[in-house]
C-alpha cells in the first residue's frame, strides 16, 4: 500500500503518520516512512533524534532539454535499493525513515534532495513497501509532482472550520487520486467538507503531551484511544491491501 | 513597518495576525493584511463572512486569469492592491499573495507563483504596517525576504516540533541581519511552556495563553476577536500590537 496524508498544518498529520508507520510495522509489513515536508516532524513521531543532514548532490541528476520536473535521474550506475539503504535510517518496530532534508538556513531546501528522493521512491515502489508519506501543510499539493507513487490520499480534518475549508480545497486539487477523510481530535458531530471519515480519531490530551516531549505517542501512551484509531486505520489498509492481492487472482 | 509571522503549520499564526492587524488598526494605524498562505484563512479573524473568505482574489490567481505569464514583468504591488484588496473589520485591506487551485500551480521552486511570493518585500511599509501571514514552515520566510529593519514573529506552541521550526525561523532572521525578532509563545498553560519556547530561541517572548475562546471562535468559523475581545489570548496579542506600535522608531527590546 502507498498512501499520502495531507491536510492542514497542526491537524495531527505527522503523527498519524508516524503512529500508522509504527503499528503497521508491528503487524509485520516493511514500512518505509517518507517524509516530504521540507520542516521534518516525522522523524520525532517515530522515534528519532533528527539530524541535520540533506540527501547530498549527485544521488539525482539534471538532465538538460527536458521540462524541470521530469529531468532529475538516479546518476548512472546507481540503483534506487542501494540509495534508499544509504540514505535511510532505521526507525523503532523496524520501519524504515526516509527524508530529503530540511531547510538549515535562508535558503531553500536543495531541489537535488527533494528529486533524489522521488527517484528512490520511484524505483523502490513496487518492491513490497507499504510506503506512509507525510507532506507539509498548505503547500500539500506542491509535492503534486511528487505524489505519483502514492494510491490514495488521506485528508486530514479536525472539527475547526479552517481545516475544513482547507479539505475541500485539497479535494478540487488533488482530483486525481482517491481522496479519504480522517477525522482527527474528533470531539462531535463531523464537518462539512463532503467526505465521510474512514476512522474517527478523537481527540486525547496525551498527543500534546507527547509532543511536547517530542516522544512517539506509541511509545509514551500505548493506551491513548488515538493509538487504538489509527490501529484501526492499520486494519482496514492491510484488509484493503489483501482484497486488491486476492482481486487479479480472482 | 512590516511584520512577518512565521512558524509551524497550526501554531496560531493566522489568528495572530490576524488578530494583530486589527489591533493595530483600532490603535489608528492604517494596516494591511497579507495573507501568504496556499490556502488562504487569514479573513476569518479578520471577521469577513464565509462567503466573503471565498470570494477573495488573490494576486496570483488574478494574474494567471489575466493570461499573465512569469516572463511578463512583476505587476505593481500597489496596483494589485487596489483592484484586490479586501476592506475588512477595523478598516484593515486584506490581500491574499495566491490560492493553489490546480495541481500545477503549485511549484515550491520557480515559476510564476514566485513572483506574488515576494509581495511581503515589494509592498511599501513606510507611514502603514504590514502584517504578512505566512505559509506554514519556512520556504515562505525565505520568500518573502524582510529587511534588516522589519520585525518578525516567529510563532511556537509548547512542542518539540513548533519550536524547531520557530528556532530555525529566528535563525533565518538573524541571517538576514533583522534586529526586531520575537518570539510569539501561543497557547501557554504554564511557566515551564513559556520557559520551553523561551530557553530554545532566546530573543524576546511574547506570551499569549491558552485561551479556550479560540477554540470556540475556530469552531463557529468567526474571528475570536468578535467573540470576546477581552479574553486571555485576546489581551495577550493587544498587547502585542501596543508594544510593537511602541517599538517602531528605536531597536525593539522587550523587557
Not at chain 1, 532529475?72 to 527524508?99: F, H, I, M, N, S
Not at chain 1, 486525481?176 to 467538507?193: C, I, K, V, Y
Not at chain 2, 509592498?123 to 515562505?140: P, Q, S, Y
Amino acid at each position: 500500500m502507498r498512501v499520502a496524508i495531507v491536510g492542514k498544518g497542526g491537524v495531527g498529520k505527522t503523527t498519524i503518520a508516524g503512529t500508522l508507520a509504527r503499528l503497521l510495522a508491528r503487524r509485520g509489513r516493511r514500512v518505509l516512512a517518507l517524509d516530504l515536508d521540507p520542516n521534518p516532524g516525522l522523524g520525532w513521531s517515530l522515534g528519532l533524534t533528527p539530524t541535520e543532514e540533506s540527501v547530498p548532490a549527485g544521488v539525482a541528476e539534471h538532465t538538460d532539454g527536458l521540462p524541470r520536473p521530469f529531468a532529475w535521474k538516479l546518476a548512472p550506475g546507481t540503483t534506487a535499493a542501494a540509495e534508499l539503504q544509504r540514505y535511510a535510517e532505521p526507525a523503532p518496530d523496524g520501519v524504515t525513515y526516509l527524508c530529503p532534508g530540511k531547510i538549515l538556513g535562508a535558503s531553500f531546501l536543495e531541489e537535488h534532495s527533494l528529486f533524489a528522493v522521488r527517484e528512490i521512491v520511484r524505483g523502490v515502489s513496487s518492491s513490497g513497501w507499504d510506503i506512509i508519506t507525510d507532506i507539509d501543510a498548505a503547500t500539500a499539493v506542491s509535492c503534486g509532482r511528487f505524489l505519483e507513487f502514492a494510491e490514495k490520499c488521506y485528508v486530514v480534518t479536525t472539527p475547526q472550520s479552517a481545516s475544513a475549508i482547507t479539505a475541500r480545497r485539497l479535494q478540487d486539487l488533488l482530483i486525481a487520486w482517491p481522496l479519504t477523510m480522517l477525522a482527527s481530535m474528533a470531539q462531535g458531530e463531523p464537518d462539512h467538507t463532503g467526505l465521510e471519515p474512514a476512522v474517527r480519531i478523537p481527540y486525547d490530551e496525551s498527543v500534546k503531551d507527547a509532543d511536547r516531549r517530542g516522544v512517539p505517542l506509541v511509545d509514551a501512551f500505548p493506551q491513548s484511544p488515538v493509538v487504538a484509531a489509527v490501529d484501526e486505520l492499520a486494519a482496514q489498509l492491510l484488509a484493503a491491501d489483501q482484497a486488491a492481492e486476492r482481486a487479479p487472482a480472482g | 513597518m512590516k511584520i512577518a509571522v512565521g512558524g509551524k503549520g497550526g501554531v496560531g499564526k493566522t489568528t495572530i495576525s490576524g488578530t494583530l492587524a486589527r489591533q493595530l488598526a483600532r490603535n489608528g494605524s492604517t494596516v494591511i493584511a497579507l495573507d501568504c498562505d496556499p490556502s488562504p484563512n487569514m479573513g476569518i479573524p479578520l471577521g469577513l463572512t464565509h462567503d466573503q473568505l471565498l470570494g477573495i482574489k488573490p494576486v496570483f490567481n488574478f494574474l494567471v486569469e489575466s493570461g499573465h505569464t512569469h516572463h511578463d514583468p512583476k505587476p505593481d504591488p500597489e496596483d494589485m492592491l487596489h483592484r484586490l484588496g479586501t476592506t475588512a473589520a477595523d478598516g484593515v485591506t486584506l490581500l491574499a499573495t495566491g490560492e493553489v487551485v490546480r495541481r500545477d500551480d503549485a511549484c515550491m521552486c520557480c515559476g510564476s507563483h514566485a513572483s506574488t511570493r515576494s509581495l511581503f518585500g515589494d509592498l511599501v511599509g513606510d507611514g502603514r504596517i504590514i502584517v504578512g501571514d505566512l505559509e506554514a514552515g519556512l520556504n515562505d520566510l525565505i520568500w518573502a525576504k524582510p529587511a534588516s529593519e522589519d520585525t518578525l514573529l516567529a510563532v511556537a506552541e509548547p512542542s518539540v516540533k513548533s519550536i524547531d521550526i520557530a528556532r530555525r525561523a529566528v535563525r533565518i532572521g538573524q541571517a538576514l541581519g533583522l534586529t526586531r525578532i520575537y518570539a510569539v509563545a501561543n497557547r501557554v498553560r504554564s511557566p515551564e511552556d513559556e520557559r520551553a519556547v523561551a530557553d530554545a530561541l532566546g530573543v524576546p517572548v511574547f506570551v499569549v495563553p491558552e485561551d479556550p475562546t479560540l477554540a470556540r471562535a475556530d469552531m463557529l468559523g468567526v474571528a475570536p476577536l468578535d467573540l470576546d475581545a477581552t479574553s486571555p489570548a485576546m489581551l495577550a496579542v493587544a498587547a502585542i500590537a501596543t508594544r510593537l506600535a511602541e517599538s517602531r522608531a528605536p531597536a525593539a527590546s522587550v523587557a
